[in-house]
């Protein structure tokens, strides 16, 4: 069972030609041109990207959100933070195809063993995409502190 949300904020957008095509947010905020990834077989287009590079970017970022959020109710400024999304795709074992996420974050101004407590706050109790993709990818994380 999953847990109900009051939604604050709701967003779409659309996709055609699926992973050769073009997708865009409804709003026009974002626009991206698609192409399969030569190292899956496809044509790796120049100048187009894949739903994975979107997935990590937005997982990046809304990490980074949670991880600023997480800091000032520790009276902590983690807003150098710096978070890298990597987003690895590949078959799984029970067929068809997966994903796997490792989520780095350095800031040298914070030491590491409190860094570390942050970002474990941060992906257990706040992120939504940490909370979306919990017991269903295998999200690593990584931390350097000061």
Known sequence: ???KINPLLTVSAVSTG????HTEAVDGSVK???SVAKEMGGPGKPGTTTPEHLFAAGYAACFG????????QHKVDATKAKVTC???IGPREKGGFGLAAKIH???KSIPQAEL???VQEAHEKICPYSHATRNNVDVQLEVVGG
Do not use: H, I, P, Y
Request: cysteine-free; glycine content about 12%; aromatic content about 4%.
């Open 116 to 118: 570390a407590k942050l």
């Open 18 to 21: 699926g992973r050769n095509g």
């Open 86 to 88: 990597s987003v690895s």
């Open 1 to 3: 069972m999953t847990d």
């Open 65 to 72: 959100g949670a991880l600023d959020f997480v800091a000032k």
């Open 32 to 34: 991206a041109d698609l």
């Open 105 to 107: 974050v350095e800031d």
